[in-house]
């Protein structure tokens, strides 16, 4: 494996623009034939599916929280133009000390920082921000500036002129421009595979990339990352059955090829489509939003039926969506009760929401996953009931123990928690 050449497209907070220049870039790269893929900090199921959509090539989840150095390298590794997207702002991570922040995959790939800052209310400030950012930390290097929201070229002047001291490359500065905003819904963005004018988004912001940054500088700042350890992870199951579609997104490209690189088989089928559960040694229902499908899954007759029936012979786990489907049923947010597979006993509901947010540490002594791990939890569901064993001992990024997380019940075990990676961690 080698070490791609790369950039790190960071900002000083979130809602600087980050998402769009580097969607931007990704697409406008690819069109001019460069080779070139993309990447995103931290745990993020909706950005790497656009990421993917620009270039045309599978998108890479880097978690310097949750994952080991050697793991990080090596999932970076590969050919062509590297370009990792960060989240909220360089240096902000997870309490109490920030760690896995953006600035430590910059520290550990020793890939250069392109920022970008929202230029919108500023001017000759822009200066003292960007040189603190700068100068934040000598093992964070900041090798250029793309201005966002920029009002004029008169704005645009005064924004060069203030940082020309500062000797950083200022590698474009885009006006402020309707039409290349993405809508939200409650959690996180739509996904890229429900958006029917995709195409002509990106097309749109790449347009506007082009036109406003100079991409041949951006591309001559990227640095080769450092030598490649080779990194294996032991899958779970040797032929394994993983539930994909709207309903049930949240599965990461490099989780899947991770299992196929170890020796597994991985069948991919559609809860949505009613396909029935295929012959596996794990079923593995992944994240998503099941309660936008409720009433689908719910009428899914064949694929319930035979996932109950493999229960008694097939290990069955769930993570967060798919936690959810196992259980009894799922409220709505209209109040509606749609009954699940009943395979744990779970209620949970979007009629009253509930923001759970965090990394965890993990242990789970029995189930299919069964170990100690680093995890996230990020949902909005609020639980009626859980009765049973709990799958997981829990604690949050910071040490502190929280109540346990998750169900078993025979061969079936699920949480809210997404794993990510194994750790020594308590």
Same mark, same amino acid.
């Given at each position: 494996m080698s070490p791609p050449r790369g950039l790190i497209?960071?900002?000083?907070?979130?809602?600087?623009?980050?998402?769009?220049?580097? %969607?931007g870039l990704l697409r406008a790269l690819s069109r001019a034939g460069i080779d070139v893929r993309g990447a995103k900090s931290g745990p993020d199921y909706i950005d790497p599916a656009y990421h993917a959509a620009a270039c045309g090539r599978p998108c890479l989840n880097l978690d310097a929280w949750a994952m080991t150095?050697?793991?990080l390298r090596a999932r970076a590794s590969g050919d062509g133009l590297l370009l990792i997207e960060g989240a909220m702002g360089l240096f902000d991570g997870a309490p109490p000390d920030g760690r896995g922040a953006t600035a430590d995959l910059a520290r550990l790939l020793g890939y250069p920082v392109v920022l970008v800052v929202d230029a919108a209310r500023m001017a000759q400030s822009i200066a003292p921000l960007v040189a603190g950012f700068a100068a934040c930390d000598p093992d964070v290097r900041i090798a250029g500036v793309i201005l966002n929201r920029v009002g004029s070229d008169r704005h645009a002047r005064m %924004?060069?002129?203030?940082?020309?001291?500062?000797?950083?490359?200022?590698l474009g500065c885009l006006p402020r421009t309707d039409g290349i905003a993405r809508p939200s819904r409650h959690l996180g963005l739509v996904q890229a595979q429900e958006d029917p004018a995709l195409d002509v988004f990106l097309d749109r912001v790449a347009d506007t990339v082009a036109t406003w940054i100079d991409l041949g500088a951006l591309r001559d700042l990227a640095t080769c990352g450092p030598d490649v350890t080779p990194a294996r992870t032991t899958p779970p199951a040797q032929r394994i059955a993983v539930a994909q579609d709207a309903a049930f997104s949240f599965f990461y490209p490099h989780q899947r090829a991770d299992w196929q690189a170890a020796g597994a088989e991985v069948i991919a089928f559609s809860p949505l489509a009613d396909d029935p559960v295929p012959q596996a040694d794990l079923i593995y229902l992944p994240g998503g939003y099941p309660e936008l499908f409720a009433a689908q899954l719910s009428s899914a007759n064949r694929f319930l039926s035979s996932l109950r029936n493999a229960s008694q012979t097939t290990d069955i786990y769930g993570e967060c969506g798919g936690f959810m489907a196992l259980g009894?049923?799922?409220?709505?947010?209209?109040?509606?009760?749609?009954?699940?597979?009943g395979l744990l006993d779970l209620h949970t509901s979007f009629a009253q929401r509930k923001l759970h947010l965090g990394y965890r540490h993990l242990h789970a002594e029995q189930g299919p996953m069964t170990g100690r791990w680093a995890g996230h939890e990020f949902h909005y569901a609020t639980t009626l009931h859980a009765r049973g064993n709990p799958l997981f001992a829990a604690h949050d990024a910071e040490g502190t123990a929280l109540p346990d997380m998750g169900l078993?019940?025979?061969?079936?075990?699920?949480?809210?928690?997404?794993?990510?990676?194994?750790?020594?961690?308590?």
């Open positions: 497209i960071a900002a000083p907070a979130s809602g600087s623009g980050k998402t769009t220049v580097t %969607l150095p050697d793991l %924004l060069r002129r203030a940082l020309a001291p500062s000797g950083l490359p200022v009894q049923a799922i409220t709505d947010a209209d109040g509606l009760i749609h009954p699940m597979a078993v019940a025979g061969r079936v075990a699920g949480s809210f928690a997404h794993l990510i990676d194994r750790t020594d961690a308590p």
